[in-house]
């Protein structure tokens, strides 16, 4: 719009800094986790921004290995809730994407469903902590608390009107004269489906996959109602970690914080494209 | 071609055809019906249920016993005497009363500087976008350290002022607020500058071209041509945002636990800590609810609106 000096200077000023602001926090943390424990917070007055000795060790503590400094002992480490996240998150994602994939497609070329798409839009207007009592009751009652499918099943679910919307938007942009070419040579309706759209929407399918997975692997509330103590996820171990000894374990955390932050970042830029179309239900499309 | 070739089958295959389309399509949609059905229809009856009885997961007796427990409509006459969820839901008004216009001016103003392209657009807009794509959860703990007394912001207003602060940030009550609010501005403006940037780079050009030719100023341009088509793309971001907020729980939870006190107290935190400290289940099913049914009623009146407007607007 406009192209004047001051303004191109304006306009690197003001994004530059609010770049810096928006980094600042994730710098934080990722210099926190390299930190040995004598720098993790200010005791005298300076407070250290960047590692002077950087160190593995908080790393190597997650998973099982005591180190010099860091006396304590961990009661369980790292690995099962890593596993239980990875675990609960595909899987969860499977649902969500099998049911919700098929259900676009019901919508999208034979108007079935009823008032689905209305049900599942209020699906993910109600805040989950008000559907989850009745969910925890249920869930003691079939025995899938505190396992990786029980919570797989409800991620499942709560993320399914993210694959229905996104998926049903890219079937809608689908040209149907593909489809109806091969109903003429003979194919059934499913066949078509399954060998002719499915297989074009590959791409679609994938970046919906990774939407959906990053939504699934962020959960923190879900997995605190429903995990107790074998299963616990990332986010839920994390708030756990902390000693009588040291107090917050700073450095660990962080270590932690950073494992569980670098898979969405790196699936939200690798998806870009289709973030404006995930996050407004597929209402609009970038 | 394609429509010469479907204008040659018969009726009958037209006719098979239909049936088979139905039927396809109701075996495609039953499992996200029966999805639906399983979380949402069945444990909304389940807590009507539950709502109208004292039943808590400590008496030893099974849910669907919980009749023993009836008080009718006790629960809910409790409810209208709740300080503490009236201030909850008061403090979640509040908050997102804050946090939503912060959000929208911020990444409306990310958003407008980036219309169009400059040198490093591309890497700087990926950049921006990584907040939103932090864990809650993870985004709370980096809040938590951030705002220690002996961390990073007190060391940055210790620089500025020449003298060593050490606010204990999260064990005020205003400050504590004041802290959750700006980490959910920090996590969520991205989401907001995102989807108008996309509103944003849709207003047709020739029409801004057009406008500029005539002599009309940037910021009439902006108020007569670009506004009105960003309606419905700031109505929807708003409403994310707005919808979003009120659940909010993850960053908070982990920053202050809901306190000092109720200071951060907000309407999913106070649901959970009535569920997991005080465990009287009937009546959190009868707050929980109580949300519900307003949230149900609220947001079909507004779909309905979206969509009559919608359909007027084509």
């Known amino acids: 719009m406009n192209r004047s000096l001051p303004f191109e200077i304006f306009r690197y000023a003001a994004i530059l800094s609010l770049v810096a602001l928006s980094l600042v926090p994730t710098l934080w943390m990722a210099s926190m986790a390299f930190k040995p424990i004598a720098e993790w917070s200010a005791t005298g007055a300076d407070l250290t921004w960047w590692p002077k000795s950087p160190t593995l060790d908080n790393f190597r503590f997650l998973f099982g290995e005591s180190s010099s400094e860091l006396i304590v002992a961990l009661d369980r480490t790292a690995g099962q809730p890593i596993l239980s996240s990875l675990l609960s998150a595909v899987f969860g994602t499977l649902i969500a994407m099998i049911s919700g994939t098929s259900a676009a497609y019901g919508l999208s070329r034979f108007g079935s469903g009823g008032n689905l798409p209305l049900a599942l839009i209020q699906l993910r207007i109600f805040p989950p902590m008000a559907v989850m009592i009745p969910v925890m009751i249920m869930w003691a009652f079939l025995g899938l608390i505190d396992t990786w499918y029980g919570l797989a099943l409800v991620y499942g679910i709560v993320t399914m009107p993210f694959a229905f919307w996104l998926m049903k938007t890219f079937f809608d942009d689908m040209p149907r004269e593909i489809e109806d070419a091969a109903l003429v040579e003979g194919c059934s309706r499913l066949r078509v489906f399954w060998k002719i759209t499915l297989p074009m929407m590959r791409p679609a399918l994938a970046s919906s996959a990774l939407f959906v997975f990053i939504l699934n692997w962020s959960d923190y509330l879900i997995a605190l109602l429903l995990t107790t103590r074998d299963w616990v996820t990332i986010p839920v171990y994390m708030a756990s970690l902390s000693s009588s000894m040291t107090g917050q374990l700073y450095g660990a955390k962080a270590a932690l914080g950073l494992i569980a932050a670098i898979p969405p970042v790196i699936l939200g830029i690798a998806i870009q494209k289709h973030l404006v179309r995930g996050l407004t239900f597929g209402a609009l499309k970038q | ?314």
């Open chain 2, 1 to 314: 071609m394609t429509v010469a070739a479907l204008d040659t089958r018969t009726e009958a295959m037209e006719h098979e055809d239909a049936r088979d389309s139905r039927k396809l399509g109701f075996w495609l949609t039953l499992p996200a019906q029966l999805l639906v059905l399983f979380i949402a229809v069945f444990p909304i009856l389940m807590q009507v249920y539950i709502s109208l009885t004292d039943w808590s997961p400590l008496d030893g007796i099974d849910w669907w016993q919980a009749h023993q427990l009836w008080n009718t409509f006790a629960n809910y006459t409790d409810l209208l005497e709740d300080n503490r969820f009236w201030s909850a839901l008061g403090r979640t008004a509040l908050v997102m009363a804050i946090c939503v216009p912060c959000e929208f001016l911020l990444g409306l103003g990310l958003a407008i500087l980036f219309v169009d392209n400059f040198p490093g657009r591309r890497f700087l807009y990926s950049v921006l976008l990584v907040p939103m794509m932090v864990v809650p959860a993870v985004a709370g703990y980096m809040f938590f350290m951030l705002f220690q007394s002996g961390g990073p912001v007190n060391d940055i207003l210790s620089f500025f002022t020449g003298s060593p602060v050490r606010i204990a940030w999260l064990s005020d009550p205003d400050l504590a607020l004041f802290a959750v609010i700006v980490s959910d501005i920090w996590q969520w403006t991205p989401l907001m500058f995102l989807i108008l940037l996309a509103g944003l780079v849709g207003v047709p050009e020739d029409q801004l071209r057009a406008a500029t030719l005539l002599g009309a100023s940037w910021t009439t341009r902006f108020i007569t041509i670009v506004l009105p088509r960003m309606k419905t793309i700031i109505i929807i971001a708003l409403a994310i945002r707005v919808i979003e907020n009120f659940k909010v729980f993850d960053n908070f939870y982990i920053m202050t636990g809901g306190g000092p006190g109720v200071a951060t107290e907000t309407i999913s935190i106070y649901i959970y800590k009535v569920t997991q400290q005080e465990l009287i289940w009937g009546y959190v099913a009868a707050v929980a609810l109580v949300i519900l049914i307003t949230l149900s009623v609220v947001s079909a009146y507004a779909i309905k609106r979206m969509s009559r407007s919608r359909e007027l607007s084509r």
